[in-house]
């Protein structure tokens, strides 16, 4: 099923700065030497295809929509807030300049921006979007991304009301889980082996496959990475995963009562010998048999 995105304005996520946004007589042209990509934007990885189809649109029609950019802070030229994926088109089809709107943005209002932007496009890998999202509530609580951390999972246990109330503006922002659940279940991902995030930015592996390879020893890894990239399904994945288990020892008390049990039923006079209430005990105990067992029974399957 396709992730539905989030569809709101980028000047609605920046409050009271709805203006600085809009597109009007202040969309100029720069020289491409002068604008470089954000070091925090969330999309570290963009897919060769995908870029290859949108320079070809770049060249045939130009850069129809300005990149949004603030200027930088140190080194002269700008940063891109929004726009790197036309930004890198641009690079490829050789063009010399492209349409900006230049804009005082703030280090949490070109996260948020960079973001969102992202998260209405398809492709952005789930590895991606939980570092970004982690990068946006750690600007929005003053932390560090592991402070960040630290302070989700400590709201699972004891809710702070006004962390709370940031958490959820965050999530309201991007609108698409909430942040009980991103801590739940998204933050662990961080923590995953090198290789499987790799293998998520780069060639799009499924989270909830990413997450049985990630599981599993490390001698392990690399062959279950092997068949998740060639397409194997999570319950392929999983019944790999169960024939790598050893099989525990039987209890050796309980192969003594099954063997006597055994020998004591498959005596041939033991039916004989039976009385009628005896008998008639014997049918209640042999329904009362699992039903994985009497199928087996019936089967006359070899119950090892």
Not at 124 to 153: K, Y
Not at 205 to 231: K, T
Not at 266 to 282: D, N, S, T, V
Request: glycine fraction near 10%; charged fraction near 25%; avoid cysteine.
């Amino acid at each position: 099923m396709t992730r539905k995105r989030p569809q709101r304005e980028l000047g609605g996520l920046l409050g009271g700065a709805q203006a600085l946004t809009q597109a009007g007589p202040e969309v100029q042209r720069l020289p491409l030497e002068q604008l470089r990509p954000y070091g925090s934007q969330p999309r570290r990885y963009i897919g060769t295809e995908e870029l290859e189809r949108l320079t070809r649109s770049v060249r045939e029609q130009g850069v129809l929509q300005p990149l949004l950019v603030r200027p930088a802070s140190s080194g002269g030229g700008f940063e891109i807030a929004a726009g790197e994926r036309r930004y890198r088109a641009a690079l490829a089809a050789g063009l010399a300049e492209v349409p900006v709107l230049v804009r005082p943005l703030t280090d949490l209002q070109m996260i948020e921006v960079g973001l969102v932007e992202n998260l209405q496009r398809e492709g952005l890998s789930p590895i991606d979007e939980t570092e970004g999202l982690l990068r946006l509530i750690a600007l929005r609580l003053d932390l560090t991304p592991g402070g960040a951390r630290q302070a989700l999972m400590a709201n699972l246990r004891n809710p702070d009301p006004q962390q709370v109330a940031l958490l959820e503006d965050v999530f309201a922002l991007v609108g698409q889980q909430t942040w009980q659940s991103f801590a739940k279940n998204k933050l662990r991902m961080l923590q995953w082996p090198p290789e499987v995030l790799e293998a998520m930015r780069s060639h799009g592996l499924p989270y909830s496959v990413a997450g049985i390879v990630a599981a599993v020893a490390d001698e392990h890894r690399p062959r279950l990475l092997d068949m998740a990239l060639g397409g194997a399904t999570g319950r392929e994945l999983r019944g790999a995963v169960a024939a790598l288990r050893p099989i525990p020892p039987a209890d050796p008390l309980v192969v003594r009562q099954l063997e006597q049990v055994r020998r004591t039923l498959g005596h041939p006079r033991f039916l004989q010998q039976l009385g009628r209430g005896q008998e008639a005990e014997l049918k209640k105990w042999l329904k009362q048999m699992p039903k994985w067992m009497r199928e087996r029974v019936e089967e006359g399957a070899d119950p090892t």
